[in-house]
């Protein structure tokens, strides 16, 4: 018989619901969702529609979280966990069979020197609670890897995750102009757009989706070259990425940034900043998908979106790469296998979908 899995997240998330109801269909024991609330305001505003995977049960957080088995394989977002965590952990730990992965995000590197250290102490006292159960660690992305190992985490249980999003359905193709770049995200520091928009001055037009950062200007209105849509609904999201010639992310900071998933999805090549985590599908083998800057200024992204508008990239090949290497029914089985590697002491590491063919 399979042990539970526990799912602890802050919120109903629309970048994990499709992968972790993919995941309660076919794995063979009982699965939970945890969460401290279900989607909040500011989400629901930036156009996120999601709703309560199947397959798996969810305590929301009106639901007794007491009834959660303490012997199962608890998947804890971050370190340190959500508050419903914090509240559980002394309990379910207190059972000897518990088993905690942690999947994280890298740590922010925003901020200097001393936040970053007071950041990453945060997260060491998490893992110190943790480390007579601490299993392995899902690292969505490359710095989240760096991070674990820097955590004294032992290579063969540090095991590469993504947020999978769902398979994206096109409603209707939206107009817009042609070769233009699209940005999907809110606009402010952290997200770079004031340098997206004189990056791409002279050279293409640029469409940005997403709300404005109460007191960030970035100079759009301004651009007789960018069109600014504001927020929309994330299931009319494909209907921009589809008429799109490049998406570009050029955060300085970026967990993961799932619309490189939705963009690869719908065959769109990607610019993403090496600071995203999402670049880790950009870098990966495979068919040209667009291309990753390491410092996104102004000069390096206007080379990168140049370069990816005249590849001429294969926007059917990038789509069944993405179908076949990324999609929640193909990263569902290697959740799987990650978790089962990591509570049974074995120290194979499955390869993830999206690095097969990586050597080293």
Excluded at 73 to 90: A, D, M
Aim: charged share 20%; hydrophobic share 40%.
């Amino acid at each position: 018989m399979s042990k539970p899995v526990v799912f602890w997240q802050p919120i109903l998330s629309i970048h994990q619901t499709p992968l972790l109801e993919e995941f309660g269909r076919i794995y063979p024991g009982e699965c939970y969702l945890v969460v401290n609330k279900l989607v909040p305001e500011t989400r629901v505003n930036a156009g996120w529609d999601v709703k309560a995977p199947e397959n798996i049960r969810l305590i929301g957080p009106e639901d007794d979280a007491n009834n959660v088995p303490s012997n199962a394989i608890h998947v804890v977002s971050g370190y340190v966990g959500p508050q419903r965590w914090l509240k559980q952990r002394k309990r379910v730990l207190a059972d000897a069979n518990a088993d905690v992965v942690v999947m994280v995000e890298g740590i922010s590197r925003l901020g200097g020197s001393a936040k970053r250290a007071a950041r990453f102490a945060k997260q060491w006292m998490g893992r110190m609670h943790l480390r007579h159960h601490l299993r392995g660690v899902l690292a969505i992305g490359t710095h989240a890897q760096r991070q674990a190992a820097r955590m004294g985490i032992a290579e063969e249980r540090i095991y590469p995750m993504l947020y999978a999003t769902a398979t994206p359905e096109v409603q209707q193709r939206e107009s817009l102009p042609e070769n233009c770049a699209v940005f999907v995200g809110k606009r402010c520091s952290r997200k770079n757009t004031d340098t997206l928009v004189k990056a791409t001055k002279d050279l293409c037009p640029l469409v940005l989706i997403g709300a404005q950062e109460e007191g960030f200007e970035d100079g759009a209105e301004a651009a007789s070259h960018v069109e600014v849509l504001g927020s929309i609904e994330n299931e009319r999201l494909a209907s921009y990425l589809v008429e799109a010639a490049v998406l570009v992310l050029p955060s300085w900071h970026d967990g993961w940034g799932a619309v490189v998933n939705e963009a690869l999805a719908c065959g769109t090549p990607v610019v993403c900043s090496a600071y995203a985590g999402a670049a880790d599908l950009i870098n990966s083998s495979g068919p040209f998908r667009g291309v990753v800057v390491d410092h996104p200024d102004q000069e390096a992204l206007h080379e990168a979106i140049a370069q990816v508008l005249h590849a001429k990239a294969d926007r059917d090949v990038i789509q069944s790469w993405a179908l076949e290497h990324i999609s929640p029914e193909v990263v569902a089985p290697y959740l799987q296998r990650c978790l089962i590697a990591a509570s049974s002491a074995n120290k194979g590491r499955p390869t993830a979908p999206w690095h097969r063919g990586l050597l080293g």
